[in-house]
Nanobody, 124 residues
Framework: QVRVVESGGGSVQAGDSLRLSCAAS????????MAWFRQAPGKEREFVAS????????YYSDSVKGRFTISRVNPENTVYLQMNSLKSEDTAVYYC?????????????????WGQGTQVTVSS
């Protein structure tokens, strides 16, 4: 089992920055990718960004490309989501997820391990 824990959410103004953290523990040796998803009230959970752990390659949704950056630090089972130029439409609960699925994917169904989520609220 892999345990995933997010932190760093909060309330900010439009244009501000925020950094989310995600720590994975347990049987992380086979973790292939870690990702961030978000879910706004009344909407489906959507892909935000992912990172292939061993390769370091990253993927972003069009809505956050150029504003958000996913990165990792040693140990390799810790990832961050740096969010700049935040907009009111970025308001959501942000979830970190991990998968052993050995192909880069944006599909939430491919991610097995999920955190409890952290609220990000952006006021305009």
């Amino acid at each position: 089992q892999v345990r995933v824990v997010e932190s760093g959410g909060g309330s900010v103004q439009a244009g501000d920055s925020l950094r989310l953290s995600c720590a994975a523990s347990g049987r992380t040796r086979s973790t292939y990718s870690m990702a961030w998803f978000r879910q706004a009230p009344g909407k489906e959970r959507e892909f935000v960004a992912s990172l292939v752990i061993r390769r370091g390659s990253t993927y972003y949704s069009d809505s956050v490309k150029g504003r958000f950056t996913i990165s990792r630090v040693n140990p390799e089972n810790t990832v961050y989501l740096q969010m700049n130029s935040l907009k009111s439409e970025d308001t959501a609960v942000y979830y970190c997820a991990a998968t052993d699925y050995a192909v880069p994917t944006t599909l939430k169904e491919r991610y097995t391990y999920w955190g409890q989520g952290t609220q990000v609220t952006v006021s305009s």
